[in-house]
C-alpha cells in the first residue's frame, strides 16, 4: 500500500462520514415532525406513521439501500447512487428518530400542557416555549446513540458502488492482491471516527447530568 | 402483481434465504448470550488484567461497523490460516460481533441486581461458579431481557451485511432473482415484508418471555 492507497481509503471514510451526517441533518427533523404526528393523534396520518416506523425498523440497511436504488426506476424514478444512498439512510434514521423524540413527548407531563393552556399560550407558543425545550433535553442521549448507529451502519451503501470506505478499501484490495491491509486501515479510521462520537455522547450526558437536566 | 407470481415460482431459493437467515440468527443470538454470559463476571470480576482486555475488545466491537468486520474476518482467517466456507465465516463474524454487545448490556443488567441477592447467595455458601449459575444468571437474564431483545433484532439486520460475501440469507437470495428477472421491487418488498414478519414474530416471543418472567418474579 502506497500513500495514494491510505489517502483513497481516508476520502471514503470522509464520504460515509458526510453521507451520515447529510441523513441525520434531514432525518432528525422529520423524525420530530412523524413523532408529533403521532403524538398528535392526527387521524389517518398517526397510523401511516405507524407503519412507516415499524415496517423501516425492522428492515436491514442494506436492504433498504437495495430497494431503493433498484426499485425506483420502476416507477421512473431514476436517482444516482449519490442521492439514492441518501435517501435511503434518510428513510432509516427517521424511523429512529421518530421513535426517540416520540417516548420523550409521551412521558412529557400533561399538567405542564395543560399549565400553559391556563395561562393563554397558543398552540404555537405552547410547543416552542414548553414542550420542545425540555422534550429535546430527554430526547439528547438517544439522538446521539442513533448518531453513532447511523455512522456505523452507512457503510452498507457500498452495495450501490458508492466508493465509500468500504468499497475504497475493497479497490485497494485488489489493486495490490493483498486484501487484509487496507481493510485493518479502514476499520482504524472508521473505529476512531466513531470513538469521537461515542465520546462526545459520554462527555454530553455528563454535562447534562451536572446542569441538572437529566 | 406478475412480478411476485415469479417471486412465487421461486419460492423454495426465497425460503432457502429466510431459513439461513433464521439459522444465522438462532446460532449466532445464542452462542453470543452465551459468551456474554462468560464474560460479564470477567467485566465486573476482580482480576483487573483480565477485566481491561474484555473491556477493550467490547470497546472495539462497539466501534466498528460491522460491514467492514466481516470483511475483515473474510479476508482474515484466511492469512491466519484458517480456512472456513462463506456462511461459517459471516456466522464468526456474527458471534463475535454481538458476543461483545451482549456482554456488555448484561453488565448493565448485574450492575443493576440488588446486592442482596449476591450476598445472600454468599451467605448460602455459593461461591465462584455456583453462586453465578444458581443464583445470578437467572434474575440477570430476566433484567436485560428486553434488551436482548433488542440485540437479537440487530443481528437479523446484520445478517443482512452477509450478502457481501455471498452467504445465502434472505436478501442475497432475493436480490439474486432481483438480478435475474429484473424485477428489484417485488423482490425487496417481499425481503423487506419477511424480515418485518420475522421482527413482529421475535417481538412476540421476547414479550411472552417477559410475562413468564413477570410471572415468576417474587
Same mark, same amino acid.
Request: net charge positive; glycine share 6%; proline share 5%.
Given at each position: 500500500?502506497?500513500?495514494?492507497?491510505?489517502?483513497?481509503?481516508?476520502?471514503?471514510?470522509?464520504?460515509?462520514?458526510?453521507?451520515?451526517?447529510?441523513?441525520?441533518?434531514?432525518?432528525?427533523?422529520?423524525?420530530?415532525?412523524?413523532?408529533?404526528?403521532?403524538?398528535?393523534?392526527?387521524?389517518?396520518?398517526?397510523?401511516?406513521? !405507524?407503519?412507516?416506523?415499524?415496517?423501516?425498523?425492522?428492515?436491514?440497511?442494506?436492504?433498504?439501500?437495495?430497494?431503493?436504488?433498484?426499485?425506483?426506476?420502476?416507477?421512473?424514478?431514476?436517482?444516482?447512487?449519490?442521492?439514492?444512498?441518501?435517501?435511503?439512510?434518510?428513510?432509516?434514521?427517521?424511523?429512529?428518530?421518530?421513535?426517540?423524540?416520540?417516548?420523550?413527548?409521551?412521558?412529557?407531563?400533561?399538567?405542564?400542557?395543560?399549565?400553559?393552556?391556563?395561562?393563554?399560550?397558543?398552540?404555537?407558543?405552547?410547543?416552542?416555549?414548553?414542550?420542545?425545550?425540555?422534550?429535546?433535553?430527554?430526547?439528547?442521549?438517544?439522538?446521539?446513540?442513533?448518531?453513532?448507529?447511523?455512522?456505523?451502519?452507512?457503510?452498507?451503501?457500498?452495495?450501490?458502488?458508492?466508493?465509500?470506505?468500504?468499497?475504497?478499501?475493497?479497490?485497494?484490495?485488489?489493486?495490490?492482491?493483498?486484501?487484509?491491509?487496507?481493510?485493518?486501515?479502514?476499520?482504524?479510521?472508521?473505529?476512531?471516527?466513531?470513538?469521537?462520537?461515542?465520546?462526545?455522547?459520554?462527555?454530553?450526558?455528563?454535562?447534562?447530568?451536572?446542569?441538572?437536566?437529566? | 402483481?406478475?412480478?411476485?407470481?415469479?417471486?412465487?415460482? !421461486?419460492?423454495?431459493?426465497?425460503?432457502?434465504?429466510?431459513?439461513?437467515?433464521?439459522?444465522?440468527?438462532?446460532?449466532?443470538?445464542?452462542?453470543?448470550?452465551?459468551?456474554?454470559?462468560?464474560?460479564?463476571?470477567?467485566?465486573?470480576?476482580?482480576?483487573?488484567?483480565?477485566?481491561?482486555?474484555?473491556?477493550?475488545?467490547?470497546?472495539?466491537?462497539?466501534?466498528?461497523?460491522?460491514?467492514?468486520?466481516?470483511?475483515?474476518?473474510?479476508?482474515?482467517?484466511?492469512?491466519?490460516?484458517?480456512?472456513?466456507?462463506?456462511?461459517?465465516?459471516?456466522?464468526?463474524?456474527?458471534?463475535?460481533?454481538?458476543?461483545?454487545?451482549?456482554?456488555?448490556?448484561?453488565?448493565?443488567?448485574?450492575?443493576?441486581?440488588?446486592?442482596?441477592?449476591?450476598?445472600?447467595?454468599?451467605?448460602?455458601?455459593?461461591?465462584?461458579?455456583?453462586?453465578?449459575? !444458581?443464583?445470578?444468571?437467572?434474575?440477570?437474564?430476566?433484567?436485560?431481557?428486553?434488551?436482548?431483545?433488542?440485540?437479537?433484532?440487530?443481528?437479523?439486520?446484520?445478517?443482512?451485511?452477509?450478502?457481501?460475501?455471498?452467504?445465502?440469507?434472505?436478501? !442475497?437470495?432475493?436480490?439474486?432473482?432481483?438480478?435475474?428477472?429484473?424485477?428489484?421491487?417485488?423482490?425487496?418488498?417481499?425481503?423487506?415484508?419477511?424480515?418485518?414478519?420475522?421482527?413482529?414474530?421475535?417481538?412476540?416471543?421476547?414479550?411472552?418471555?417477559?410475562?413468564?418472567?413477570?410471572?415468576?418474579?417474587?
Amino acid at each position: 500500500m502506497n500513500a495514494n492507497d491510505y489517502f483513497s481509503i481516508l476520502q471514503g471514510a470522509l464520504l460515509t462520514v458526510s453521507l451520515s451526517i447529510v441523513s441525520l441533518i434531514i432525518g432528525i427533523p422529520l423524525g420530530l415532525g412523524l413523532a408529533l404526528i403521532r403524538w398528535a393523534k392526527l387521524p389517518l396520518l398517526k397510523d401511516l406513521a !405507524h407503519v412507516y416506523v415499524n415496517l423501516i425498523r425492522s428492515c436491514p440497511t442494506v436492504t433498504l439501500v437495495l430497494l431503493i436504488y433498484y426499485a425506483l426506476p420502476e416507477f421512473g424514478v431514476s436517482l444516482n447512487p449519490l442521492p439514492a444512498a441518501v435517501l435511503a439512510l434518510t428513510l432509516s434514521t427517521t424511523a429512529f428518530n421518530c421513535e426517540v423524540w416520540r417516548s420523550a413527548l409521551v412521558e412529557f407531563p400533561k399538567d405542564q400542557l395543560d399549565a400553559a393552556y391556563a395561562l393563554g399560550l397558543n398552540q404555537i407558543n405552547r410547543m416552542r416555549l414548553i414542550v420542545f425545550p425540555q422534550i429535546w433535553r430527554a430526547s439528547l442521549p438517544g439522538l446521539f446513540n442513533e448518531i453513532t448507529l447511523q455512522i456505523k451502519s452507512t457503510p452498507a451503501v457500498a452495495v450501490i458502488g458508492i466508493v465509500e470506505i468500504t468499497r475504497a478499501a475493497l479497490r485497494v484490495g485488489s489493486n495490490t492482491y493483498e486484501p487484509l491491509p487496507p481493510f485493518i486501515f479502514a476499520l482504524l479510521i472508521y473505529s476512531a471516527i466513531v470513538f469521537v462520537f461515542l465520546k462526545l455522547q459520554k462527555y454530553f450526558e455528563l454535562q447534562m447530568k451536572e446542569k441538572g437536566y437529566l | 402483481m406478475n412480478d411476485f407470481a415469479i417471486i412465487w415460482s !421461486h419460492r423454495d431459493s426465497v425460503w432457502v434465504g429466510l431459513l439461513n437467515t433464521l439459522v444465522l440468527i438462532v446460532l449466532s443470538g445464542a452462542i453470543s448470550i452465551a459468551v456474554g454470559l462468560l464474560l460479564t463476571p470477567v467485566l465486573v470480576g476482580s482480576h483487573k488484567m483480565l477485566a481491561k482486555m474484555v473491556q477493550f475488545y467490547v470497546d472495539a466491537m462497539r466501534c466498528v461497523p460491522f460491514l467492514l468486520f466481516v470483511y475483515l474476518i473474510y479476508f482474515g482467517l484466511p492469512s491466519a490460516g484458517l480456512r472456513l466456507s462463506n456462511w461459517a465465516a459471516g456466522a464468526l463474524a456474527l458471534v463475535l460481533y454481538n458476543s461483545a454487545y451482549m456482554a456488555e448490556l448484561l453488565r448493565g443488567a448485574w450492575l443493576e441486581l440488588p446486592a442482596s441477592i449476591l450476598d445472600s447467595g454468599r451467605s448460602f455458601g455459593f461461591t465462584g461458579w455456583g453462586l453465578l449459575r !444458581h443464583i445470578m444468571v437467572t434474575p440477570m437474564l430476566i433484567r436485560a431481557l428486553p434488551m436482548i431483545g433488542n440485540q437479537l433484532i440487530q443481528i437479523l439486520k446484520d445478517s443482512a451485511f452477509l450478502t457481501v460475501i455471498a452467504v445465502k440469507e434472505l436478501t !442475497h437470495e432475493l436480490n439474486g432473482i432481483q438480478s435475474t428477472y429484473f424485477i428489484p421491487f417485488a423482490s425487496f418488498i417481499t425481503a423487506l415484508i419477511l424480515y418485518w414478519i420475522v421482527c413482529m414474530v421475535m417481538e412476540a416471543m421476547m414479550g411472552s418471555f417477559e410475562q413468564f418472567a413477570a410471572s415468576r418474579r417474587p
